[in-house]
């Protein structure tokens, strides 16, 4: 049977008894919009910024600021920070070699979902942080089991834990439309790296 990772996180969450902290992966800010509304009520939440796949630099630049835009102007209930990464590009260029031309979803997507969770997996040991997690399910063009199955591999690597999701249920994307409606975010229109723009 097919795992609901939205009623699990919410099983987990209403689990709590009290705040916990968080370091979530952000891809971009109108899908972050909807997932800090939803968790802050549980969580400190501190926004990773790490992208190395987005393509050309001024399109990372200009997400960036976006993100950056969104941090200072949404309202939470508990703190909400960001950690902004280095651009590296040729590593994710390293990362793809030879699956430049696979199709959307495919390989090439796997290996680019685990960079960015790895990242954060790394990042939220070292930093002690109560739980990792990403705001890529909250896409309806995003593998949300595949997504699961790399936080979990990870949490078990670093021993940290990863909040189970699949942020688009429950109208999440389409409140993350909404959200960059009311704060006039730029949407973009492909997912980040130079294949995907072709």
């Known amino acids: 049977m097919k795992e609901n990772y939205s009623e699990l996180c919410e099983k987990i969450l209403n689990s709590f008894k009290e705040k ?3 370091l979530l992966h952000s891809c971009c800010a109108p899908c ?7 968790l802050t009520k549980f969580f400190d939440i501190t926004i990773l910024y790490y992208n190395p796949n987005i393509y050309p630099y001024e399109e990372y630049l200009k997400r960036k600021e976006e993100q950056i835009k969104l941090i200072n102007e949404i309202k939470t209930i508990n703190k909400l920070n960001i950690i902004d990464c280095d651009y ?4 994710f260029k390293k990362l ?3 699956l430049e031309n696979e199709p959307e979803k495919g390989n090439r997507c796997s290996i680019c979902y685990k960079m960015r969770i790895q990242k954060t997996a ?3 040991k070292e930093n002690n942080f109560d739980y990792f997690c990403t705001t890529l399910s909250v896409s309806p ?3 949300s089991t595949l997504i699961n199955k790399i936080g979990k591999e990870l949490e078990q690597i ?3 834990k990863w909040l189970y999701s699949d942020f688009k249920k ?4 389409k409140q993350s439309i909404e959200l960059s409606k009311k704060y006039e975010l730029y949407r973009q229109d492909y997912c980040g790296c130079i294949y995907s723009k072709i």
């Open 20 to 22: 916990k902290s968080i």
């Open 32 to 38: 972050s919009s909807y997932v800090i509304t939803y």
């Open 88 to 91: 590296d590009n040729e590593l």
């Open 96 to 98: 793809i070699k030879g």
């Open 122 to 124: 790394l990042l939220a």
């Open 141 to 143: 063009y995003k593998n």
């Open 158 to 160: 670093y021993n940290v």
């Open 170 to 173: 429950n109208e999440g994307y």
